[in-house]
């Protein structure tokens, strides 16, 4: 297996997080550089045509792209510890907070770094789309907060690829200069996801 990273960005970091939990370490990491590029090269495009790290490849040549289907197929390969859901209450509550996260946290933090930086001022950018994206992770980040007042994790009241996914996004806002300063509640579990092993990874 090979794993196409971008060691300063979310999504791959996701994957990283994730193995780190598993303690699946052991495979080859080629770096993708993206401020030279390199997701859009040819060569890399016969890997995602999408141009997006991470990607996973397997030995049977299967490239496994999306962070969310790598994650899948890594639980697959390595249930324990379970990051995505034990029995079916829990598989459908943690799919249902990644669903939510995906879209109203990873969707508008995105939408507002696409549409206001300058790593993508080679692409049509709607600037006033920016702040109104950044607007709507601000309000989910508000429902977060109020949601961890009563938990101490995202889902199931345990450690998950929930929390994976929020601590991912929530690093990266500082980029939209998007924070969690004045969100006690989200800071307290800021500071428990952060305490575990796997955060440097
Ligand atoms: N939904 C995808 C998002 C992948 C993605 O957008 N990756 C970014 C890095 S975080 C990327 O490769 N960007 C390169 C570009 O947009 O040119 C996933 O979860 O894997």
Redesign the pocket.
Same mark, same amino acid.
Do not use: D
């Given at each position: 297996m090979k794993l196409y990273d971008?060691a300063r960005?979310?999504?791959?970091?996701? +994957?990283r997080l994730f193995m780190a939990e598993k303690g699946l370490q052991n495979l080859e990491v080629v770096q +993708?550089d993206?401020s030279k590029?390199e997701?859009?090269s040819d060569w890399f495009k016969g890997i995602n045509p999408?141009?997006? +790290?991470?990607v996973l490849s397997l030995d049977n040549d299967i490239h496994i792209?999306?962070?969310?289907?790598?994650c899948r197929y890594l639980e697959e390969l390595q249930p324990e510890p379970n990051l995505l859901g034990g029995d079916s209450d829990e598989k459908a509550m943690i799919t249902m907070w990644l669903a939510r996260v995906?879209q109203y946290l990873?969707l508008p933090i995105?939408e507002s770094f696409?549409h206001s930086h300058a790593?993508?001022k080679e692409q049509t950018q709607i600037t006033a789309w920016a702040p109104y994206a950044k607007q709507q992770a601000e309000k989910f980040m508000l429902f977060l907060d109020n949601h961890l007042s009563q938990h101490d994790y995202m889902s199931c009241d345990r450690f998950s690829a929930v929390d994976i996914n929020v601590l991912c996004v929530i690093e990266?806002a500082r980029v939209i200069d998007l924070r969690i300063d004045k969100l006690v509640n989200f800071l307290a579990w800021h500071e428990r996801v952060k305490a575990r092993p796997s955060y440097l990874a």
């Open positions: 971008a960005a979310p999504s791959p970091r996701r +994957v +993708v993206l590029k997701q859009h999408l141009g997006t +790290v991470p792209a999306e962070s969310s289907a790598i995906e990873w995105h696409r790593f993508f990266f």
